[in-house]
Nanobody
Framework: QLQAFGGGLVQPGGSLGLSCSASGLFVGNYHMGWFRQAPGQERDLVAAIRRSGSATYYSDPVKGRFTISRANSKNTVYLQMNGLKPEDTGVYYC????????????????WGQGTQVTVSS
């Protein structure tokens, strides 16, 4: 099971740090991704990190503002979000992949409980 934490209401330009904790699985065995689902829209991959942590991926809208990291020893993946914009609003989910194409959203197949992020003044 995966559970995302750390969402909330933040003003534009603010920061939030999300955590994804796992139980019943070891995140070190998986590439990990953070997805965002805005109201009425599809779930989009915004950041991903290779199983080893040696490489990361960011979608263009969040590049330079978000940072994904992992602590396999804590069975946790993180997403630090800075310079938040209203368009970052949505439910954020973490998910796992075991495919070499871990930068592609289609290869994520295990989803956790999301956390709501609202960016508004």
């Amino acid at each position: 099971q995966l559970q995302a934490f750390g969402g909330g209401l933040v003003q534009p330009g603010g920061s939030l740090g999300l955590s994804c904790s796992a139980s019943g699985l070891f995140v070190g065995n998986y590439h990990m991704g953070w997805f965002r689902q805005a109201p009425g829209q599809e779930r989009d991959l915004v950041a991903a990190i290779r199983r080893s942590g040696s490489a990361t991926y960011y979608s263009d809208p969040v590049k330079g503002r978000f940072t994904i990291s992992r602590a396999n020893s804590k069975n946790t993946v993180y997403l630090q979000m800075n310079g938040l914009k209203p368009e970052d609003t949505g439910v954020y989910y973490c998910a796992t992949s075991q495919n070499v194409n871990w930068r592609d959203a289609v290869w994520y197949n295990f989803w956790g409980q999301g956390t709501q992020v609202t960016v508004s003044s």
